[in-house]
């Protein structure tokens, strides 16, 4: 499947901003089942400075000056992406226990790149609430792959879908407490429980592509940017799984960079300087389907 | 010494196990002995003044206020055996330089973790470990500058090392002034001894920026970037800057652009290639670090990635002082050294690993317990001096989060004699923190030779039994001497000599840019001293007056004073401008919230808050609190003799904070001191400062300010015609305050009218304190100030100055005091003051957007993924 996405950022300040510096994650990154095949990121205002380069997890980083004065910046990611299915699932796999093991006595690189994603990190807790939470998917002796769907079952018929409710900031606790969420919530939340079992999950950020209702006409722009996590299964690989719609994922997620969290890979951060006290945002993603000649 | 006895069970520096004195502490004994108790008190005395000169503080929070505590040194050195020190000297240096290659591994390939040396989670799982800081493969990168090394001695008389220092390590600079200070109070026995001198080891680091920074630099400029007036260090990042000759400045005085760090000067950005920093490392760029962080540099870290910059230590280097990684460095030095690791720290157990937690939890009551990310004001917990029910749950805390904890051997460092209240000895633990510079080429990867400081900084407890000794507690602090084996030279920072000639002549860099950030706070003292010398001429006025008898029949003194006091009150309008808007806060037009407004009655009451009432704007005390904070802001800027006076005058600052006088005659004596300092103050900056930028803006706040307040003053006091009687009174207070009543007297004799005192008040250049004598002087450091843009035009600062002398010039001294007789109002002179006013307030509104004003930082919103997307 080949998709064209743009993501278009918009920021509006109420007073001039002299200056800003950026880090964008909105290159899509190649993975074992996606090549990014082009993409271009524009600014305006023009940048006055450009970097790329790969982070610490491999993801593309672009980051980038903007002069002012200026009021308004838009920031758009156009890119063209061949995405297919994963590999099937295993049949059976390691059992939990058996992936817990090998996560922490197994020196092999594999295992130690997979360690990186075993602990807390600055928006996914490992408290007792989380292991509390996560306990029941994780039953004894059970295959991880089992386990982890099971994990992802729940926290789909657990949990409220709800804009606005939290922030990226909203710690899992009060995710826990209220059940409700956005799909970066429910991709935290995930994570925290497979890493408060000792085991390795990373947080994935990309787009979805959506149906339109049925009888109606795909709007442009009306998408948005998702999130869900991946899980490493020893033997086998890492399997990414999407709870906010129960669902492995497949050739429909395109993805656009993995860390430890949100934070290691927001679509967008930096310092203004300027800028008076309060800005808005808006968003607009659209994720088009392309149909490819064959050759 | 003879009182002096060791406690039982461990060593003692002083006294061998048979109560003997040791042998190389016979010379320091000898003369101990010979000053008696009252001698060691009054040398302990001695330091403590000289340390208070010297402004040296450090700062602890209490209650989420920064306090600033004096530092304090006792008289008796702790004193080294130089074969023993050459030993501890090659073990903290291989300490060091293991330190140094695991940061390098950590940040590169982690084959400590690869090889099972390192449990990932002690790096992985540790906010310390920045990975934006990871695989910066540069030669040089990443590789440590400066480390520290805490060390005792145990009970069998080894060295173990307590903690190690890796990022921004402290105590350089208080080690320095311990020395500074003791050798001056023990001369003799400081020469005597032969002790080591420092100089080298400060010259090694200048070497070694010369070699951190991008090849093709000549002529490094380093600054030194401190967090700020605040941080608990705060006092040696100045002192430091000022003995290494480096600019001390904040993250803000620092802009990245065009792949460069780059210096806020007055003269506009001056490149940088060296930071030494004193920000901890997760708060250094608030672009790829703590994005809340307002003291580091955005995009700092990019910079340091291109090789365009060296951060001295590297950014990264915290996660070198986790306990967990401090207990698993005897298994890495044969991996990456070769070696055994020669300096050990006390047994350890890290509780991430099931041993540990059992072996933790089981000797729970006889170790101490450290978190792996200590936070501030988190110690080290010993659990047996804890209650049942909190020991229970520091165990259930350690259960719940094993990983978060090591446990770690009780160490009973040895004791040293240290002066007690009555003056005797009495044996005191002691850690000595030894400090260790990178000493030789950093292109390659392998292992680097490290130089020590002979000696370091020792701090004692303050009990026997102590088993936690830092700066924050009540314990005080040592000179260490290390007796040289050679006669020692008097050595300089810069210039080789003697036995140190090996390696390149160091010069100190061209004279460093003035940051703006400085150039404000220099203003701001100008300002504030001036201030708080025109509030005490003022008072003392009025003092005299409520001293003379008010006359009989007629009350022209009772209403004179009357008016003084409300002038005292519109004169009272100071406010220091704001250092961190966009947007200057106009300066006290208006009498501020809490200041006088017209027509008050002159009881004492209101009188006394104009002096002492923190709360009050433009008070004297709120003005001198101004005056010393800024002082302690601008401190690598001052000489010693200008410090001196400081902190008089924050002592007296002090005693009129901590027991306000409740009647003016108390205030008398005290008044009278202060305003001796402020005068002094005042000469010593006149006579002793170089007339470099930092003095035109400190100058130029004390004109801007004498010639604003002196308008005020005299349109509040002069624009109402009063009576014959009441009117010469306040013109003669009017002249004493400002110092002008003889010579007014000289030339006009006693008559004392208005036009007189204008002219020599306002118009007579000639006369220091007359209001064209300031702007004339401002005018003329204006124009010497470095230009933001093209040199053709007037600046508006200069514009605005010229505009308000021009309008004084074009009227005079006669038409200002000719009275209206309709209105019984001088209406020239209120029209012209309140304009040139105003045009003074322009100005400080125009110098603070030019040169001071530092942009507000905001965090950049990501574009977060708000809708998760429907069912597909």
Not at chain 2, 779 to 789: G, T
Not at chain 2, 856 to 866: C, M, T
């Amino acid at each position: 499947m080949r998709y064209r996405i743009e993501h278009r950022t918009g920021y509006h300040y109420d007073a001039p901003v002299s200056r800003c510096r950026n880090e964008a994650h909105l290159r899509p990154r190649d993975t074992d089942r996606q090549v990014c095949v082009w993409s271009d990121l524009v600014v305006d205002p023009a940048p006055t400075g450009w970097n790329e380069r790969t982070d610490f997890y491999g993801n593309p980083v672009a980051s980038f000056v903007v002069d002012g004065p200026f009021v308004e910046m838009t920031v758009t990611a156009t890119s063209l992406v061949d995405v297919v299915d994963g590999d099937p699932l295993p049949a059976v796999g390691p059992g939990w226990h058996e992936a817990l093991d090998l996560l922490t006595n197994d020196l092999s690189p594999e295992m130690l790149d997979a360690r990186e994603f075993c602990f807390e990190s600055p928006l996914v807790s490992t408290a007792k609430v989380v292991r509390d939470y996560a306990e029941p998917s994780f039953v004894e002796g059970a295959p991880l792959v089992d386990a982890v769907t099971a994990l992802m079952e729940r926290i789909h018929a657990d949990f409220v879908y709800d804009p606005g409710f939290t922030t990226v900031t909203t710690p899992l606790d009060e995710v826990l407490q209220h059940r409700r969420g956005v799909c970066q919530d429910f991709a935290h939340l995930a994570v925290g429980c497979v890493r408060s079992m000792g085991l390795a999950a990373r947080y994935v950020s990309g787009y979805l592509e959506t149906a339109p209702p049925p009888g109606e006409e795909r709007l442009v722009g009306a998408d948005a940017s998702h999130a869900w996590l991946s899980v490493f299964v020893p033997g086998w690989g890492w399997l990414d799984l999407d709870p906010t719609n129960d669902k492995i994922v497949g050739s429909t997620y395109v993805t656009t960079a993995w860390g430890r969290d949100y934070a290691d890979v927001s679509p967008l951060k930096g310092i203004v300087f300027g800028g008076g006290n309060s800005h808005f945002l808006d968003v607009a993603v659209d994720v088009h389907r392309v149909e490819v000649e064959p050759t | 010494m003879a009182g002096y006895h060791a406690p039982p069970g461990r060593t003692d520096e002083f006294l061998d196990a048979d109560g003997a004195v040791r042998t190389r502490w016979k010379q320091v004994a000898d003369a101990v002995d010979g000053y008696g108790r009252d001698g060691l008190l009054s040398r302990r005395d001695e330091l403590a003044r000289l340390l208070r000169n010297e402004g040296a503080t450090y700062n602890v929070a209490v209650d989420g206020h920064s306090l600033r505590r004096p530092w304090t040194l006792d008289p008796v050195p702790l004193v080294l055996d130089p074969f023993e020190w050459a030993g501890l000297e090659r073990a903290v240096a291989q300490r060091s330089a293991l330190l140094d290659l695991v940061n390098a591994d950590l940040y590169g390939d982690r084959t400590l973790v690869a090889r099972g040396l390192v449990p990932a989670e002690v790096v992985l799982g540790h906010p310390a470990f920045l990975r934006p800081c990871a695989g910066i493969n540069r030669p040089g990168a990443n590789r440590l500058f400066l480390t520290a090394v805490d060390v005792v001695r145990e009970a069998a008389g080894g060295f173990r090392a307590v903690a190690d220092r890796a990022q921004a390590p402290s105590g350089l600079g208080y080690s320095l002034v311990n020395r500074s200070v003791l050798s001056r109070v023990l001369p003799t026995l400081h020469r005597g001894a032969g002790v080591e001198r420092q100089a080298g080891f400060f010259r090694a680091i200048r070497a070694g920026i010369a070699r951190a920074v991008p090849d093709d630099v000549d002529e490094p400029r380093v600054v030194i970037m401190t967090p700020g007036p605040l941080s608990e260090t705060y006092f040696e990042h100045a002192y430091l800057a000022s003995f290494l000759g480096y600019p001390l400045v904040e993250g803000r005085d620092l802009v990245v652009q065009n792949n460069r760090v780059w210096l806020r000067s007055l003269a506009g950005l001056d490149p940088v290639d060296a930071v030494i920093r004193r920000v901890d490392d997760r708060w250094c760029d608030p672009v790829e670090l703590r994005a809340d962080s307002l003291l580091g540099v955005p995009g700092l870290l990019e910079v340091v990635r291109r090789g365009r910059v060296a951060v001295l230590n590297p950014l990264g280097a915290g996660i070198l002082e986790s306990p967990a990684l401090a207990g698993l460095l005897a298994g890495m030095a044969p991996a990456l050294l070769g070696e055994e690791l020669a300096l050990r720290g006390p047994e350890s157990w890290w509780c991430g690993r099931p041993d540990g937690l059992s072996h933790v939890l089981a000797g729970f009551d006889d170790l101490l317990l450290l978190p792996v990310q200590p936070a501030a004001g988190t110690r080290p917990v010993r659990p047996l001096l804890l209650a049942t029910a909190e020991r229970a749950a520091l165990r259930d805390r350690v259960r719940a989060r094993p990983g978060d904890w090591v446990g770690q051997e009780i160490l009973a460092p040895s004791t040293v004699p240290t002066v007690g209240d009555g003056g005797g000895l009495v044996p005191r633990p002691a850690v000595l923190r030894t400090f260790a510079v990178a000493d030789g080429p950093a292109d390659g990867f392998g292992a680097r030779d490290f130089r020590l400081l002979p000696g370091g900084l020792t701090r004692v407890g303050a009990e026997t039994d102590s088993l936690v000794i830092s700066s924050r507690g009540d314990g005080t602090s040592k000179d260490t001497w290390v007796a040289s084996a050679e006669p020692a030279f008097q050595q300089s920072p810069w210039l080789p000599s003697g036995r140190a000639a090996s390696g390149p002549v160091i010069v100190p860099e061209l004279p460093a840019a003035l940051p703006g950030r400085l150039a404000a706070r220099l203003f701001t003292m100008g300002r504030s001293a001036e201030h708080a010398e025109l509030v005490v001429r003022l008072i003392r006025t009025v003092l005299a007056r409520l001293d003379q008898p008010l006359g009989s029949g007629d009350d022209g003194g009772a209403q004179s004073l009357q008016v003084l006091l409300s002038a005292l009150g519109s004169a009272s309008g100071f406010t220091p401008a704001p250092e961190d808007e966009d947007l200057p806060v106009p300066d006290g037009d208006a009498p501020g919230p809490g200041s006088l407004a017209e027509g008050v009655l002159p009881n004492d009451r209101t009188a006394l808050a104009l002096l002492f009432d923190e709360g009050v704007q433009g008070s004297l005390v709120s003005t001198l609190g101004v005056l010393v904070e800024a002082a302690y802001s601008v401190r690598e800027q001052l000489s010693a003799d200008t410090w001196q006076l400081v902190s008089d005058i924050e002592e007296e600052l002090g005693l009129f904070r901590r027991r306000p006088p409740t009647q003016f005659v108390g205030a008398q004596p005290s008044l009278l001191r202060l305003q001796r300092s402020l005068l002094a103050l005042s000469g010593v900056c006149a006579e002793n400062m170089e007339r470099d930028p930092a003095w035109l803006f400190l100058d130029g706040g004390r004109r801007l300010e004498r010639a604003r307040s002196l308008v005020r003053l005299l349109r509040s006091v002069l624009v109402e015609k009063r009576s014959g009687v009441v009117e010469d009174l306040l013109v003669e207070s009017l002249l004493t305050t400002s110092e002008s009543l003889i010579i007014f007297r000289r030339r006009a004799g006693s008559i004392l009218h208005v036009s007189g005192a204008l002219d020599l008040l306002v118009y007579d250049v000639a006369n220091p304190r007359s209001v064209l004598f300031q702007l004339d002087r401002l005018v003329a450091h204006l124009a010497e100030l470095p230009k933001r843009s093209s040199a053709q035009r007037l600046g508006n600062e200069e514009r605005l100055a010229l505009e308000a002398t021009t309008l004084l010039r074009l009227t005079d001294h006669d038409r200002l005091a000719a009275v209206d007789p309709g209105t019984g109002r001088r209406s020239e002179l209120d029209s012209v003051f309140a304009t040139v006013d105003s045009l003074l307030g322009d100005l400080l509104d125009s110098l603070q957007r030019t040169y001071f004003a530092h942009e507000r930082l905001s965090v950049l919103a990501g574009g977060q993924p708000e809708v998760g997307g429907g069912a597909t």
